[in-house]
């Protein structure tokens, strides 16, 4: 199983980004997927997850400006970020339950 994460950047507090997450090697439409994110010195925290059937769950910390999705046809989960905040200034991975991941994609956001 492969997953190759990308759309990371440099933005300004309050502006939107969006990262997408290719997945090969699996049964990608019967798959939860997940992006969870890490910075320097602190464990990886989860971000969003989506079932196979579309039912999403969030941190609270991202509820109401993330919105994760997916795309069984090109095998891609995406994660849609809305009012970015500094805090959100992160490495972020995407995960194939339970020991799969992306090789991270950084996300820097400026005040």
């Known amino acids: 199983v492969q997953l190759q994460a990308s759309g990371g950047g440099l933005v300004q507090a309050g502006e939107s980004l969006t990262l997408s997450c290719v997945v090969s090697?699996?049964?990608?439409?019967?798959?939860?997927m997940g992006w969870y994110r890490q910075v320097p010195e602190k464990p990886r925290e989860f971000v969003a997850f989506?079932?196979?059937?579309?039912?999403?769950t969030y941190a609270d910390s991202v509820k109401g400006r993330f919105t994760i999705s997916r795309d069984s046809y090109r095998n891609m989960v995406y994660l849609r970020m809305d009012s970015l905040k500094p805090e959100d200034t992160a490495v972020y991975y995407c995960?194939?339950?339970?020991?799969?991941w992306g090789q991270g994609t950084q996300v820097t956001v400026s005040s």
């Open positions: 995960h194939d339950p339970p020991q799969y």
């Open positions: 090697g699996t049964t990608f439409s019967r798959r939860t």
């Open positions: 989506i079932s196979s059937t579309w039912q999403t």
